[in-house]
């Protein structure tokens, strides 16, 4: 059982946040809201990169050559589903740490890939489609269209559900404030409707939150005061030196599914 501290989080920067909350900027005159939101999306986009560079938590494994990228399953899927369908999607019944081959890309090209993916602060959906433009079409393999719409993430089991690896759903709810009838349950809603007063400071922390709201493909379980939070360690331990000591092995809950944390 843990206990979190005052010092868990930087002033001004909420826990695992990855936007900032419109309420409190309201408050705040024009510069200070567009100083707030460029500083919370650049400290997002350094700690990301951060995390691809130290390989913490990785699920997936890239080969190219005799060169091996690490990643998160997550991140791909919340910034590049498309990409994520036609590579790691193909392959999802191994176990982790498997290496999907990628084609037709230098090794440092793939790498320049990944860093955009973790650390651009814009929408990159067009950047993505060149890069499946290059993967699919100049292999020769019949490009698939990837036409799911957004839904659950996981079944009981945790494994990958494809209904979110679209992009197109004109699904928006999230961003426009409304609770999704499936949690609007008192009893069942497990999920603090505080997080429907975030404003997304980037289209990186708009993924994120996106990835969090849906459940999608979390790989622990936090408690407080019964309630249970899905979540996910990579990005626990990019965005919170608490978590990331907790979860690097040194703590027993480590190597636990599940943190019971006391308020």
Known sequence: MARCGEDSAPPG????????????????????????????????????????????????????????????????????????????????NLKNHGHVTVENFEASEFRTFLQIVYSSNRNIK?????????????????????????????????????????KRSSDHSLLKHEIPKDISSKEENVISTDIYDLEPASELGEDLLKLYVKHCCPDIDIYVDGKSFKAHRAILSARSGYFAAMLSGCWAESSQEYITLQR
Do not use: W
């Open 126 to 166: 067009n950047y993505e489609e060149e890069i499946l433009r290059k993967k699919i079409v100049e292999s020769g393999v019949p490009q698939k269209k990837c036409d799911f719409s957004v839904g659950n993430c996981t079944d009981n089991d945790r494994r990958l559900s494809v209904a979110f690896l679209s």
């Open 13 to 92: 920067v909420p826990l695992g946040s990855p936007g900032v909350c419109s309420k409190g900027l309201q408050r705040k005159g024009p510069c200070e809201r567009r100083r707030l939101k460029a500083m919370v999306s650049e400290q997002l986009s350094q700690d990301l990169l951060r995390l691809l560079r130290e390989e913490v938590h990785t699920d997936v494994t890239f080969s190219i050559g005799c060169t091996l990228f690490k990643a998160h399953k997550a991140v791909l899927l919340a910034r590049v589903p498309d990409f994520y369908f036609h590579t790691v999607g193909h392959t999802d």
